[in-house]
């Protein structure tokens, strides 16, 4: 199993939600806690594929700080031993295909990283972006896999705060 980590735009728009949603996604994210996800997982695993290949939307918009553009995060995999959780990163720099920032996410899983703390990663590492253009959410393809698996009014209601559409990412 595998962990991944909701964005804090995603805690942000839960918190707008009624709060009984027991272990459902938005309910672990209310409470800041993960979602554990199976390695083999299909439908993550073409998330994860999606973000690869659309990185180079994100690097361009990332590059080119266009005004109406912010909130720029990369998720990547953080292993400790034998166990891993995704982390959303912000604050981030980058230098050819290397990239600096900071972990957006309370770790739950692995216990070698910590809030807050600066990393610096490969290109090839990040699992997932996203980024606000406009107050509309692009990328965050992982997220639109767990919000297919949630009650669809919900989910609906959650996409429209995030101003999030997963249509298009096949999810």
């Not at 991944?4 to 938005?26: F, R, W, Y």
């Amino acid at each position: 199993m595998r962990s991944l980590t909701c964005p804090a735009v995603l805690g942000l728009a839960l918190a707008l939600l009624s709060p009984a949603h027991g272990e459902t996604l938005i309910g672990k994210a209310e409470q800041g806690k993960t979602q554990s996800i199976a390695h083999d997982d299909p439908a993550m695993n073409a998330a994860f594929a999606k973000a690869q290949q659309t990185l180079g939307q994100f690097l361009d918009a990332f590059e080119a700080k266009a005004p109406g553009t912010g909130s720029f995060l990369v998720k990547i995999p953080i292993s400790d031993g034998d166990k891993r959780e995704y982390f959303w990163v912000n604050e981030l720099t980058r230098t050819g295909n290397q990239f600096s920032g900071r972990i957006k996410n309370r770790p739950e899983v692995v216990q070698n990283i910590q809030y807050g703390q600066l990393v610096t990663f490969p290109r090839s590492r990040i699992r997932d972006w996203m980024y606000v253009d406009h107050g509309k959410t692009l990328g965050n393809f992982t997220t639109c896999v767990l919000l297919s698996r949630e009650d669809p009014a919900q989910a609906q209601e959650l996409m429209n705060q995030m101003k999030l559409t997963c249509e298009h990412h096949g999810s």
